[in-house]
């Protein structure tokens, strides 16, 4: 698999995230780039026009295919990434989706993390199966266990690290150096570390994917995706399939993330500084059994942490005494943290696997999967420190005072969601 990913540029990180994308897009020297809210474009003659379609001549054509300002978040995103290209998706899942449908097909095998983002394993085990693909589910913190699975028919192993919501870390230089050795396609969801954080193009993955929902917007008022490609063929062949199946960009989306992302560096610089002291609060908290954070030396992958990411992120899981009951207790006495999914965003969020996200999933493989009864989720924000430790030092107390009222959603009803 050839990878042509252009050499990381020498400007530093935080330079890129501000300012790469941002071309000069008019006569007028604007400073943020436009909103081409236009669906599509004149052509000034027919040969102009043919010549666009035959890609022979650079333009737009239609916003489906592309757009100035998706095509601004594209190049920022690839250039934090380090990969070739990006292409800019309607969410995180329609990255995802787009990678299976663009490159699995009849036949294909694929082995993917144990514990990636839930629709991901949905979309693996319920969807591509319908159409003859494959899959077989690891731990991939130990990348041995992706070698074993590897079959002659396998095409690609698909890894998040770090994983939703274990907290648990792929080694991506050994997954990477497997791909090579048996010539099959890493792809990484990057989501939960970021490419502030984390790059991994320069650790041997063909594809980087991220929902943009997260850090990179980093506002929670907006979705979106993006797949960073290393290698101009990989590039290609996804830009055909998303433009086909659809699940493209919108200018005014795009445009709102760009503006996110120019803060991206600021937002984790100083979330991951509260979150290494959260973790080390809740650590010496009684009713506080276990916490899990890469940056923490307990950590049973913080070694890889050390070696693989900038810095140790934003996201932490945590046990709490008296298990599901414990995990109800803290999620209705937060009142700074609020209770929602979804993470990376400046506001802190917590959540309980066991009692929402993956509550339909029975108690065993949920605890097979490293999701226990008593796992909160936490994505760390931006507040200051102490207004978050004393919100959560007074939901922790509420544990074991009374039983908090809960009745899990029965399979059916939880159906929709299926383990966001
Ligand atoms: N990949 C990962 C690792 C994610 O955590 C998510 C969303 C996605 C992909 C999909 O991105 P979206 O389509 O939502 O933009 N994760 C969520 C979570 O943990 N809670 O709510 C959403």
Partial sequence: MKTDRKKTPAMGKATRAIHAGAAEHSAYGEISVPIFQSSTFVFPNAADGAARFAGEQPGYIYTRIGNPTVHALEENLATLEGGVAGIATATGMAAVGTVFIALLGQGDHVVAGNCIYGPSRV?????????????TFIDSSDAANIEKALRPETRMIFVESPMNPSMAITDLGAAGEIAARHKVLLVVDNTFASPYLQRPLELGAHIVINSLTKFINGHSDVVGGMIV???????????????TFGGTMDPHQAWLILRGVRTLPLRIERAQENAMKLARFLKSHSKVTWVRYPGLPDHPQHEIAKKQMDGFGTMMSFGVKNGLEGGITVMNHVRLIKLAVSLGGVESLIEHPASMTHASIPKEERREAGILD????????????????DDLDRALKEIGRRKPPFRPPSEEEHLAMEGC
């Fill in 374 to 389: 008593e796992l909160v989720r936490f994505s760390v924000g931006c507040e200051d420190f102490e207004d978050l430790r």
């Fill in 123 to 135: 979309m693996l085990e319920k969807e591509m199966s319908r159409f003859g693909v494959r899959s």
């Fill in 229 to 243: 490609s290393g290698s101009g063929q990989t590039h290609t062949r996804l830009k055909k399939v998303v433009t």
